[in-house]
C-alpha cells in the first residue's frame, strides 16, 4: 500500500524558513504531479504547490509564491517543499499529495489527488 510521511514542521517565529519534505513509500515509479496543499480547522483544504513528474512545471499559491519554493527527487521519491519567511497567516498543517492516475487536466484540487499523507503541523508565531 502506498504511503506518504512528511516531517519537518514544527513552531516558528514569523520570518523564519522550514524545509519540510514527503517520501512516498511502496511505489516503484514517480508520481505524475505531488503537490502540498494546507488546512486549517474547519477551512477547505487549499493548495499550496504543485510539481509535475519532471520537476519542469511548478505552480504556486498567489499567497505564497517568492516565498516557497517546491522541488522533488525522484530518485528518492521524495519532495520538498522550501518556505521562506513564513508568516502566521501560513499555519496549517501541511498535506502531501501525489497523482497517480491521469485524468485530463491539471492537478489543482484535493479530489485530483491519489494519495496523501497525514500532514505536518507548522505554526508561526508573530
Same mark, same amino acid.
Given at each position: ?32 504531479a505531488m ?11 487549499? /493548495?499550496?504547490? %504543485?510539481?509535475? !513528474? ?5 505552480? =504556486?499559491?498567489?499567497?505564497?509564491k $517568492?516565498?516557497?519554493?517546491?522541488s ?8 520538498y ?18 497523482? /497517480?492516475?491521469? %485524468?485530463?487536466? !491539471? ?5 485530483e =489527488?491519489?494519495?496523501?499523507?497525514? $500532514? ?7
Open positions: 500500500q502506498v504511503q506518504l510521511i512528511e516531517s519537518g514542521g514544527g513552531p516558528v517565529q514569523a520570518g523564519a524558513s522550514l524545509n519540510v519534505s514527503c517520501a512516498v513509500y511502496r511505489l516503484p515509479f514517480a508520481p505524475l503537490a502540498w496543499f494546507r488546512q486549517t480547522p474547519g477551512k477547505e483544504r487549499d /493548495l499550496v504547490a %504543485r510539481i509535475n !513528474r519532471s520537476g519542469n512545471l511548478k505552480n =504556486y499559491a498567489d499567497s505564497v $517568492g516565498r516557497f519554493t517546491i522533488r527527487d525522484n530518485a528518492k521519491n521524495t519532495v517543499l522550501q518556505m521562506n519567511s513564513l508568516k502566521p497567516e501560513d499555519t496549517a498543517v501541511y498535506l502531501c499529495a501525489a497523482q /497517480l492516475i491521469g %485524468r485530463g487536466v !491539471r492537478a489543482l484540487k484535493p479530489g =489527488y491519489d494519495y496523501w499523507g497525514q $500532514g505536518t503541523q507548522v505554526t508561526v508565531s508573530s
